[in-house]
Nanobody
Framework: QVQLVESGGGSVQTGGSLRLSCAAS????????MGWFRQASGKEREGVAA???????GYANSVKGRFTISTDSAKNTVYLQMDSLKPEDTAMYYC?????????????????WGQGTQVTVSS
């Protein structure tokens, strides 16, 4: 049974940092590509950062230079380091797993999802 469990969300002020973690179980970690998504209240889910098959990564333009995706394969865990946070980063953040070549920031490409962790950035 595939399980993705996010942690690390919270409330911070503008300019602050958070590191999200996503622990994966029930999947062959090297087979799946992992990504982070977010969904703000009343908005569609959007891709934030993702790994591709050969370790290449992609970021949404809105987070480039501020967010960094990384992984610890020994722990089957993927991270999202978020720096210089802005109020518009406020959202529920989800990690997801997919099988496929290249990275994808499209939610429809992903097979498995976590329950999410809330990030709130105040001005």
């Amino acid at each position: 049974q595939v399980q993705l469990v996010e942690s690390g969300g919270g409330s911070v002020q503008t300019g602050g940092s958070l590191r999200l973690s996503c622990a994966a179980s029930g999947i062959t970690y090297s087979t799946y590509n992992m990504g982070w998504f977010r969904q703000a209240s009343g908005k569609e889910r959007e891709g934030v950062a993702a790994f591709g098959t050969f370790g290449n990564v992609g970021y949404a333009n809105s987070v480039k230079g501020r967010f960094t995706i990384s992984t610890d394969s020994a722990k089957n865990t993927v991270y999202l380091q978020m720096d210089s946070l802005k109020p518009e980063d406020t959202a529920m953040y989800y990690c997801a797993a997919r099988i496929g070549w290249g990275y994808s920031l499209s939610a429809s490409d992903y097979n498995y999802w976590g329950q999410g962790t809330q990030v709130t950035v105040s001005s």
